[in-house]
């Protein structure tokens, strides 16, 4: 593998990032200023406001200059890494989500491990049984998962393992690792659920599809046992579509997140942002925008990566036989 | 063709993958827990005097309180909510407070004096101290209200001083407040949250802007002291003892936000929170089932009222808002949707709001006289036949989401204008969208929903918005656009009077001719609900539980 045509790759596609998040950006930009309703009213609320107070709100937080040119400032501000003050509280933005992030990278990061360690064994197992009641089952049961909708998912398992079990808390996040843990088990598992689903199909095929090959007949009739075919061979090339779908995964973890978190009233990211777009808080919403765009676009370039270093056979760039 | 290479490469990324996650896991755990030391707020440590006055027997360690909504900032000015109200009122006060019965009473002022009709001068007690011990001085007190008077500054509670021309310190101890005009609504101002003082040093920083922001929390005068603050997430108080008053008998009191009303009642159900203010109106019921829970109600003077835009055709037709007046089943909504607990709406002022001039009682009489407009559906649509819509009209309202309170009268109100060939659609907005219109006036008003509580208790607070003139017009609250001389004339006298006898007639004639030629459609006046675990009490808790150190009113073990 030349590296040359790897560094070029990567490169090229962090290029190509820039220009996709200014238009993600300012797409939302645009959207925010469409939509009805002010910062500045947003911020004073249901009260009375001399017309001074309001230009004076307005003044400081740029909203009568030109649209075009208040992007502009606020690309700049990016740019030289002032990422702004919100509007509703003041504090810079950095702090708000620095705040918040770490809860919501635990909960991401928990729902995931707990859809790979339960969906990957699953989906073996339902290729394994192919065909029986087994599969069926495994199939029927994930595919429920990912069509319930994840906020009546986060409700049931509230009120039965909090309320009527009373196994875990019901709302807080917990302070100190185990704690939070605890805290953040149930809207982790109500997160995976529909996580689940896409891992345990996708291992299921990918599997079926490597137990059908040559090698594994061949393995077999040399007489080497299941254990060592699965463990060695089969279970390992089949999690080459597994770490491609972990990018898909990544994507959908940021909607559930929002939902599990107003559900679970935990002061994630995800509530920031609803709060912040209810509130027109224009520097908080662009903030998280880029931030999620940057992640996605990071996480799907390292998959990539990471995907030519598990399948050799991938290049970049020449095609090499 | 098949190569072990892969399988090899495989092996290792299957469990690295594995361990990446789990290290990445470890990583957010440490960061996300790193966070929680609470900051000291005072920036040094607080002088501990001696005790003014011990504190109440029954020592409670610590106290969790929820509310729906942290503040986003401690700082007044910027900010002013009830759920700041609930927190910032234990830790901040100004010259006056509001007793239990929601009387005028000194709090950094040990008395106070009219000494003529625009000037008010307060002297200030000498025991008072701000949480990093320094002496309270009027220049503090002058200083943190005049802030207000300065448009630079744009304080969201600006609008309270308009009467005031100057608020100087004229002694160590002594501040001095001028008004333009006798103004008697002013007397209130030092009690609400708009008067809470700081320290002058604080508001002349440089760092202003990040005044009440974790990084700048205001010093206070008050019993308890803010040690962290986390927006968001949670508020920390400790008792400061060196409190001029009487203090509560909580050491701690950590104060959460639960947004989801569902989850605040099962935190209470499980005792994970000691009590909580700002009930769901239309939820109290199943706050009452808990065991182990007391709820406790007041009335909260508040109002849901509905305003008909003169300038939209055709609500300035005046059998047109008798007609939707008689479609109000005022009754029926307080039975369903205030499960019981509330009042019919006669004129925008709750009945209690008149403590001041005549008892709540009185005032009840009173609104007995003015037409009542009763739900009648036959008056309805005898009153629209002679309008100049009688075929019906069709028309939209807007409602913030989330809004119960609001929502479900206009829903009640739609089917039953239906009947009558009036077709009114509801539609649900978010809070900002619902206030851009309110306040804009674009695109069009037509008819308003409005939730209101009261500023503090007097009788003409409510119609110096929905009533007067000057609320007409973007930005006020007089959507109605109603305009009438008279009305204005006596809202004047209202405010500029002293003599309650000439207040009660002024207001008295005002609210006839305004219920005369239905201004607004005033829906009902709601309770505020509170719930507190049975073996504790908060004897104190009234209307504006948000503007008093309620800790400390008749707080503690039963």
């Known amino acids: 593998m030349r590296s040359g045509g790897m560094g070029r790759y990567v490169a090229g596609r962090l290029l190509l990032a820039i220009p996709l998040l200014i238009v993600i950006t300012f797409a939302v930009f645009a959207l925010i200023h469409i939509a009805p309703g002010t910062p500045e009213r947003a911020l004073l609320g249901a009260r009375q406001a001399s017309p001074e107070t309001i230009a004076a709100i307005r003044e400081q937080w740029n909203l009568d200059e030109p649209f075009l040119l208040q992007y502009f400032l606020w690309l700049k501000a990016v740019v030289t890494g002032d990422i702004g003050r919100s509007i509703q509280s003041s504090e810079a933005v950095t702090a708000a989500i620095g705040r918040r992030i770490g809860l919501t990278v635990f909960l991401g990061l928990y729902a995931t491990l707990i859809a790979l360690l339960v969906g990957i064994p699953l989906g073996m197992w339902a290729a394994l049984r192919r065909g029986s009641m087994t599969d069926r089952t495994v199939v029927g049961v994930s595919v429920l998962g990912v069509s319930a909708p994840t906020f009546a998912v986060g409700l049931l398992f509230l009120y039965l393992f909090g309320v009527v079990l009373d196994w875990f808390p019901v709302f807080g996040a917990g302070e100190g690792f185990w704690d939070r843990a605890y805290h953040l088990t149930l809207p982790a598992l109500a997160l995976a659920l529909a996580l689940l689903a896409l891992i345990v199909k996708i291992t299921r095929a990918a599997m079926i599809d490597e137990l059908d090959q040559d090698y594994v007949a061949f393995a077999r009739s040399r007489g080497l046992s299941q254990r060592r075919i699965m463990g060695r061979y089969v279970l390992r090339n089949s999690l080459i579509p597994v770490v491609t779908a972990t990018g898909l995964i990544v994507v959908g973890l940021f909607g559930g997140a929002v939902l599990i978190e107003a559900t679970f009233g935990l002061p994630g990211l995800g509530t920031l942002l609803v709060e912040s777009v209810l509130t027109r808080d224009i520097p908080v919403v662009q903030a998280l925008v880029l931030l999620t765009a940057v992640f996605v676009i990071v996480v799907n370039l390292g998959l990539d990566v990471l995907y030519t270093v598990i399948d050799p056979r991938i290049r970049f760039g020449s095609a090499d036989s | 063709m098949f190569n072990s290479n892969p399988s090899t490469l495989c092996r290792g990324v299957s469990l690295r993958l594995v361990v990446l996650l789990a290290a990445l896991l470890l990583i957010a755990a440490a960061c996300s827990t790193g966070d929680d030391e609470p900051t000291d707020a005072t920036g040094g440590g607080a002088t501990e005097t001696t005790a003014a006055a011990g504190t109440a027997?029954?020592?409670?360690d610590e106290i969790t309180w929820a509310l729906p909504f942290l503040p986003e900032t401690l700082y007044v000015p910027h900010e002013w909510t009830t759920g700041q109200g609930v927190v910032v009122s234990l830790a901040q006060e100004g010259l006056l407070a509001f007793d239990d019965d929601l009387k005028l009473t000194g709090a950094l002022a040990e008395s106070w004096e009219q000494v003529d009709n625009v000037t008010y001068v307060y002297t200030i007690r000498e025991n008072a101290t701000f949480h990093d011990g320094s002496p309270v001085t009027a220049e503090d007190v002058a200083a943190s209200m005049s802030w207000n008077l300065d448009p630079e500054n744009f304080s969201f509670v600006d609008f309270f001083y308009f009467p005031v021309e100057s608020i100087e310190a004229t002694g160590d101890l002594e501040v001095t407040v001028t008004l333009f005009e006798p103004d008697v609504t002013w007397q209130y101002i030092p009690a609400l949250m708009a008067g809470f003082v700081m320290p002058a040093s604080q508001l002349a920083s440089a760092d202003i802007d990040l005044l009440g922001t974790p990084d700048l929390i205001p010093i206070g005068t008050g019993p308890y002291r803010v040690v962290e603050f986390i927006p968001g997430d949670r508020v920390v108080l400790e008792r400061y003892d060196g409190y001029w008053g009487e203090n509560g008998p909580a050491k701690q009191i950590t104060i959460t936000q639960i947004p989801d009303p569902q989850q605040r009642l099962l935190a209470m159900r499980d005792g994970d929170i000691d009590g909580t203010f700002d009930l769901p109106?239309?939820?109290?019921?199943?706050?009452?089932?808990?065991?182990?829970?007391?709820?406790?109600?007041?009335?909260?003077?508040?109002?849901?009222?509905?305003?008909?835009?003169y300038e939209t055709h055709p609500f300035g037709d005046i059998h047109v808002r008798r007609a939707i007046a008689h479609s109000l089943d005022q009754e029926g909504l307080?039975?369903?949707?205030?499960?019981?607990?509330?009042?019919?709406?006669?004129?925008?002022?709750?009945?209690?709001?008149?403590?001041?001039?005549?008892?709540?009682?009185?005032?009840?009489?009173?609104?007995?006289?003015?037409?009542?407009?009763?739900?009648?559906?036959?008056?309805?649509?005898?009153?629209?036949?002679?309008?100049?819509?009688?075929?019906?009209?069709?028309?939209?309202?807007?409602?913030?989401?989330g809004a119960d309170i609001m929502l479900n009268p206009l829903l009640s109100l739609a089917q039953n204008l239906e009947t009558i060939g009036v077709t009114m659609t509801v539609e649900e907005v978010d809070g900002a969208t619902w206030e851009e219109t309110y306040f804009t006036h674009e695109p069009g008003l037509g008819m308003q929903v409005m939730e209101y509580s009261a500023d503090f208790v007097d009788p003409v607070n409510y119609p110096t918005l929905f009533l007067w003139s000057l609320g007409a017009g973007p930005g006020g609250f007089n959507t109605s656009n109603y305009v009438n001389e008279r009305v204005d004339e006596l809202i004047a006298v209202a405010l500029a009077e002293s003599d309650p006898a000439a207040r009660e007639a002024a207001l008295k004639e005002m609210f006839e001719i305004a219920r005369e030629d239905v201004a607004t459609i005033p829906v009902y006046y709601f309770d505020t609900g509170m719930a507190i675990r049975s073996d504790l009490k908060l004897d104190g808790f009234n209307a504006f539980y948000y503007n008093i150190p309620w800790a400390i009113r008749g707080f503690g073990p039963k």
Do not use: C, H, N
């Open chain 2, 57 to 60: 027997s029954g020592d409670i």
């Open chain 2, 281 to 309: 109106e239309t939820e109290i019921d199943q706050w009452q089932a808990l065991d182990g829970v007391d709820v406790i109600t007041e009335p909260a003077l508040g109002l849901v009222v509905l305003t008909l835009d």
């Open chain 2, 334 to 401: 307080i039975s369903a949707v205030l499960k019981g607990r509330g009042e019919r709406g006669t004129v925008v002022s709750p009945p209690d709001t008149w403590i001041p001039v005549i008892p709540g009682d009185d005032a009840r009489s009173f609104y007995a006289t003015l037409p009542q407009y009763e739900f009648d559906m036959e008056k309805a649509a005898a009153e629209l036949a002679q309008s100049a819509v009688p075929d019906g009209f069709e028309f939209t309202v807007q409602v913030p989401g």
